[in-house]
């Protein structure tokens, strides 16, 4: 994967150095991230600040009927259904800790704190690594859409695979140290520049080993 470490390097030196701050609030990135759950970064955040400011403690939202907290986060989209799950979560925590936190979680494994989140509904791997990544700052490489794009128009991965073979080949070939930079700068490149439709190829650091930019000119 000489590429792939290629990539990083090319990256930092492109977007600068970025580094991991994990804020160890396991509940609040696990209720970031079901928010997040098909919408933008903007609703997202703009929903759990809605939320917060609606209901100052995890033991309020546990509290709440699940049509106070969807109206609370109603501008992240999918209200209901992310309510109901949120609510859900909660209350697993709750029953099988004795407490509203996840500060356990920080003493297991990468493995069994994955497994652990992964029980939840509507958590799925991307989910559960995000969460480790960005509140315990655990070694894991979550792939979200913008990477999946990116990853498979590089030609890093095979283009017909699912994100969990995505997931699978990622976490075991991106240095443990680089996971933080590399997800979080395929998410800039996607959004900035290797877009769905268009891919601004031209402003992209990238083109000296991207086999899609390969393709698109041997054809031109
Ligand atoms: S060269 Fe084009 S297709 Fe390849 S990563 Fe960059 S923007 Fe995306």
Redesign the pocket.
């Known amino acids: 994967m000489d590429k792939l470490v290629w990539v990083i390097s090319r990256l930092e030196s492109h977007y600068g150095e970025v580094r991991n701050r994990p804020d160890g609030d396991i509940i609040g990135q696990l209720v970031r991230t079901i928010l997040s759950q098909n919408t933008n970064d903007t609703n997202r955040d703009r929903a759990y600040a809605s939320l917060c400011n609606r209901f100052p403690s995890w033991e309020d939202v546990l509290l709440a009927r699940p049509e106070e907290l969807a109206a609370a986060i109603r501008v992240g989209g999918l209200a209901n259904i992310k309510s109901s799950r949120i609510i859900q979560i909660l209350q697993t925590i709750q029953k099988q800790n004795g407490v509203l936190n996840l500060d356990s979680l920080s003493r297991l494994s990468t493995e069994e704190a994955t497994n652990y989140l992964l029980h939840f509904n509507g958590v799925g791997l991307k989910t559960a690594y995000c969460v480790l990544l960005f509140g315990l700052g655990l070694p894991v490489f979550p792939v979200d859409t913008h990477i999946m794009?990116?990853v498979r128009?590089?030609g890093l991965i095979p283009r017909k695979i699912s994100s969990e073979k995505a997931h699978q080949i990622l976490n075991q070939h991106v240095p443990h140290e680089k996971m933080y930079s590399l997800h979080v700068h395929l998410i800039r490149?996607?959004r900035e520049?290797?877009?769905p439709r268009s891919?601004?190829?031209d402003?992209?650091?990238?083109?000296p080993v991207?086999?899609?930019?390969k393709e698109?000119h041997e054809n031109a």
């Not at 402003?203 to 083109?207: G, V």
């Not at 991207?210 to 930019?213: G, P, S, V």
């Open positions: 794009r990116v128009r590089l490149l996607g520049l290797c877009h891919p601004q190829h402003a992209c650091p990238l083109t991207c086999e899609e930019y698109v």
